[in-house]
């Protein structure tokens, strides 16, 4: 099991952006596919974007396209999220997620979840 810590959530007004990062704690990094998911009050949990392991593939959610960007670190063993224009349609509980030797395309299948961090868009 690989522990995810999420971090670089907060308030932003729209047309701002913010980079959340997700810490994981585990020796083989480089060999989890990483994802971003959100989950809004009242909504079921969303998938937003993914960067796969070794050649660091990307897929996005349509909502997402051109405005975030996904990038890892594997030298820290770190994934981030980049979140440019943002829209008060974005504020959700925004959660970390790997998955061994996963691919970015779905269907995914991340097992190990991180605690989420609160981004809040004000219009």
């Known amino acids: 099991q690989v522990q995810l810590v999420e971090s670089g959530g907060g308030l932003v007004q729209a047309g701002g952006s913010l980079r959340l990062s997700c810490a994981a704690s585990?020796?083989?990094?480089?060999?989890?596919?990483m994802g971003w998911f959100r989950q809004a009050p009242g909504k079921e949990r969303e998938f937003v974007a993914a960067i796969s392991w070794g050649a660091g593939n990307t897929h996005y959610a349509d909502s997402v396209k051109g405005r975030f960007t996904i990038s890892r670190d594997n030298a820290k063993n770190t994934v981030y999220l980049q979140m440019n224009s943002l829209k008060p349609e974005d504020t959700a509980v925004y959660y970390c997620?790997?998955?061994?030797?996963?691919?970015?395309?779905?269907?995914?299948?991340?097992?190990?979840w991180g605690q989420g961090t609160q981004v809040t868009v004000s219009s």
């Open positions: 585990v020796r083989t990094f480089s060999t989890y596919t």
């Open positions: 997620a790997a998955d061994r030797w996963g691919i970015a395309t779905p269907p995914h299948d991340f097992g190990s």
